[in-house]
């Protein structure tokens, strides 16, 4: 069975720490990862990562993937207020069609 | 259009009626995706589209479920006899550009 896998399910913080997300997966047909960051309903896309080693880079968000290890981290530094939101990875697998995998997703939460 | 669009944005529903709920994709986008999200899950997979057809229809939870889109625009995802445990926001998403896909603000369904 395809899994995702994040990790923590919930962190809360203070304002200026920096955070490290984790996400795990275990699927067969691997084509990509994607991160996304949900506020109130509709998540919003922040990276797609198809390559090992390369890190993508977003102002303070950056995040890089480790098919070695079956995982990927998104780093977040001097956090403010507004990422407090839920963080989502998928993973991108094709079985005839491509699918998207979900995790359960990290509940960030930054403190004044 | 500007966004991903999707009606009702709440719906509340007596136990055992049909609903029907409609989502407008990005315009020239080829590809749109239903999930599912209950209350504290991850994102869940319901089916995929690529044009007016559905080469993915495996994350559909039961028989009570179905989508159809026409026309390669217009989805409409149709629950028929609901139950309490259909309760969860609705999700659509539209991609031209592979996997890099265009939520909308999602139907908030509520069985009671």
């Known amino acids: 069975e395809d899994k995702v896998v994040q990790s923590p399910l919930s962190l809360v913080v203070h304002e200026g720490d920096t955070v490290t997300l984790n996400c795990s997966y275990e699927?067969?047909?691997?084509?990509?990862l994607l991160w996304y960051k949900q506020e109130k309903k509709a998540p919003t896309f922040l990276f797609m990562l198809?390559?090992?080693?390369i890190e993508k880079k977003s102002g303070r968000l950056s995040s890089i993937l480790d098919k070695k290890e079956l995982s990927s981290i998104l780093n977040i530094t001097a956090t403010q207020t507004g990422d407090s939101a839920i963080y989502l990875c998928?993973?991108?697998?094709?079985?005839?069609?491509?699918?998207?995998?979900f995790g359960q997703g990290t509940r960030l939460t930054i403190n004044p | 259009g500007a966004g991903v669009s999707q009606s009702p944005s709440n719906k509340v529903t007596e136990k055992g009626k049909d609903v029907e709920l409609r989502c407008d994709p990005i315009s020239g986008h080829t590809a749109l995706y239903w999930y599912r999200q209950s209350l504290g899950q991850g994102l869940e997979f319901l089916i995929y589209?690529?044009?007016?057809?559905?080469?993915?229809k495996s994350g559909l939870p039961s028989d009570r479920f179905s989508a159809e889109r026409t026309g390669g625009s217009v989805s409409t995802l149709t629950i028929q006899r609901t139950q309490q445990e259909d309760s969860a926001v609705y999700l659509c998403?539209?991609?031209?550009?592979?996997?890099?896909?265009?939520f909308g603000p999602g139907t908030r369904l509520t069985v009671t």
């Open positions: 198809t390559s090992s080693g």
């Open positions: 589209f690529q044009g007016n057809s559905a080469p993915d």
């Open positions: 699927v067969t047909n691997f084509r990509s």
């Open positions: 998928a993973v991108v697998i094709i079985q005839g069609a491509q699918k998207l995998v």
């Open positions: 998403a539209s991609s031209f550009v592979a996997y890099e896909q265009y």
